[in-house]
């Protein structure tokens, strides 16, 4: 039994259905208040030094500030979002989902005060987004409705901007990517170094496999050739009078002693 199935044994009954979709609801009454009065946003946003002035909310706020603040993109977004919670929880369970986004809330929350600033709910998203990837790589979408891409390609797409920020940014903001996507790596993490494990252990056998195939021991073999049984499956083999071994090709002209 795994932690989080002793998680969810005692604390599955607190999970919220549907988080996703609340959370969707909320960037959309966010998104019209914003365009009310755009000062609204900025009252919502996961400032640490705000925070610890008695700003509280802040804490949760963030997240219903949504990543598109343009029309109709924001019906893309809210839509993408959506669809991807649904999909999660359904492969997930309600649990898991939840854990796997407050604990995605939590690090965040950490790195804005750990760093002194924050990408808003960026990464929180583009962390559920990779997990539907990992779990559905050949699942096929249309991108802006016209492009067809499976969602492991759409994923490597959208990591260009992390790299690009672990590649070329100060330490600081290379550690606020890592820390906010912590709950992928958490999650996907021990899975990935399993595969790992399990690869080059293939690997291994199939290589000393390869080796005995061709060091090992064999019954036939064609003194013309060279060719065995193992090397060629398919061949036939004669023996001559002489006690010499010819593959069919190149048998000699001899009277045979009988099949190999």
């Given at each position: 039994?795994?932690?989080?199935?002793?998680?969810?044994?005692?604390?599955?009954?607190?999970?919220?259905?549907?988080?996703?979709?609340?959370?969707?609801?909320?960037?959309?009454?966010?998104?019209?208040?914003?365009?009310?009065?755009?000062?609204y946003?900025?009252?919502?946003?996961?400032?640490?030094?705000?925070?610890?002035?008695?700003?509280?909310?802040?804490?949760?706020?963030w997240?219903?500030?949504?990543?598109?603040?343009?029309?109709?993109?924001?019906?893309?977004?809210?839509?993408?979002?959506?669809?991807?919670?649904?999909l999660?929880?359904?492969?997930?369970?309600?649990?898991?989902?939840?854990?796997?986004?407050?604990?995605?809330?939590?690090?965040?929350?950490?790195?804005?005060?750990?760093?002194?600033?924050?990408?808003?709910?960026?990464?929180?998203?583009?962390?559920?987004?990779?997990?539907?990837?990992?779990?559905?790589?050949?699942?096929?979408?249309?991108?802006?409705?016209?492009?067809?891409?499976?969602?492991?390609?759409?994923?490597?797409?959208?990591?260009?901007?992390?790299?690009?920020?672990?590649?070329?940014?100060?330490?600081?903001?290379?550690?606020?990517?890592?820390?906010?996507?912590?709950?992928?790596?958490?999650?996907?993490?021990?899975?990935?170094?399993?595969?790992?494990?399990?690869n080059?252990?293939?690997?291994?056998?199939?290589a000393?496999?390869?080796?005995?195939?061709?060091?090992?021991?064999?019954?036939?073999?064609?003194?013309?050739?060279?060719?065995?049984?193992?090397?060629?499956?398919?061949?036939?083999?004669?023996?001559?009078?002489?006690?010499r071994?010819?593959?069919?090709?190149?048998?000699?002209?001899?009277?045979?002693?009988?099949?190999?």
């Amino acid at each position: 039994m795994t932690i989080l199935d002793r998680l969810e044994r005692h604390l599955g009954r607190f999970a919220i259905p549907g988080l996703i979709r609340y959370v969707v609801a909320f960037n959309a009454l966010a998104f019209l208040l914003g365009t009310l009065n755009p000062g609204y946003l900025e009252v919502l946003s996961l400032n640490s030094a705000e925070i610890l002035k008695g700003e509280i909310w802040r804490i949760a706020s963030w997240i219903f500030i949504p990543d598109i603040t343009t029309f109709p993109w924001i019906l893309l977004y809210l839509w993408a979002t959506f669809w991807i919670g649904d999909l999660l929880e359904a492969e997930w369970g309600t649990f898991r989902l939840n854990a796997y986004y407050f604990l995605g809330m939590l690090l965040c929350i950490l790195s804005a005060f750990i760093f002194g600033a924050s990408f808003g709910n960026t990464f929180l998203n583009l962390s559920l987004f990779l997990a539907l990837a990992t779990l559905m790589p050949n699942m096929q979408i249309l991108v802006f409705f016209i492009l067809p891409l499976k969602l492991k390609w759409v994923a490597l797409i959208s990591l260009i901007g992390p790299l690009l920020i672990l590649a070329t940014g100060p330490l600081a903001a290379k550690m606020m990517v890592f820390v906010s996507l912590g709950n992928y790596l958490l999650f996907f993490g021990p899975h990935f170094l399993r595969e790992a494990r399990h690869n080059r252990g293939v690997a291994v056998r199939r290589a000393k496999f390869e080796a005995d195939k061709v060091t090992g021991e064999t019954l036939h073999r064609c003194e013309t050739c060279g060719i065995t049984e193992i090397t060629r499956p398919d061949a036939d083999f004669r023996v001559t009078p002489d006690g010499r071994e010819f593959c069919t090709d190149h048998l000699p002209k001899a009277t045979l002693r009988g099949d190999g």
